[in-house]
Nanobody, 125 residues
Framework: VQLVESGGGAVQAGGSLNLACVAS????????VAWFREAPGEERLPITC????????YSSDSVKGRFSISVDKARQTVYLQMNDLKPEDTGIYVC???????????????????WGKGTQVTVSS
């Protein structure tokens, strides 16, 4: 399995980006997928999670109403639509995928077998 993110860049506050994570060799039958943010000096922050086991989307309070995750199984791709970006959203966005379904409120603490290397997002004020 290989996860490759793309779509990052530099934008001004209030702008939008749509990140993509192509999951080669991953089977979207029973799954959980998520996005995390990494920033220097900070712990990895779980952003949002989607799973095959239910229809709920789990998101960090800091991005609710602004970010949304979606899965295109035919394209083997997980997307993160980011709207109304803020300077505090700056960081490296990394996707994760696992064949064990389930997100839950604490999805950042569950095991994830597959990780991408990330794509940089920089938001200026």
């Amino acid at each position: 399995v290989q996860l490759v993110e793309s779509g990052g860049g530099a934008v001004q506050a209030g702008g939008s980006l749509n990140l993509a994570c192509v999951a080669s060799g991953f089977t979207f039958r029973s799954y959980a997928v998520a996005w995390f943010r990494e920033a220097p000096g900070e712990e990895r922050l779980p952003i949002t999670c989607s799973t095959s086991s239910d229809n709920r989307i789990y998101s960090s309070d800091s991005v609710k109403g602004r970010f949304s995750i979606s899965v295109d199984k035919a394209r083997q791709t997980v997307y993160l639509q980011m709207n109304d970006l803020k300077p505090e959203d700056t960081g490296i966005y990394v996707c994760a995928a696992d064949t064990m379904p389930g997100c839950g409120r604490f999805f950042g603490k569950r095991p994830w077998d597959n990780w991408g290397k990330g794509t940089q997002v920089t938001v200026s004020s």
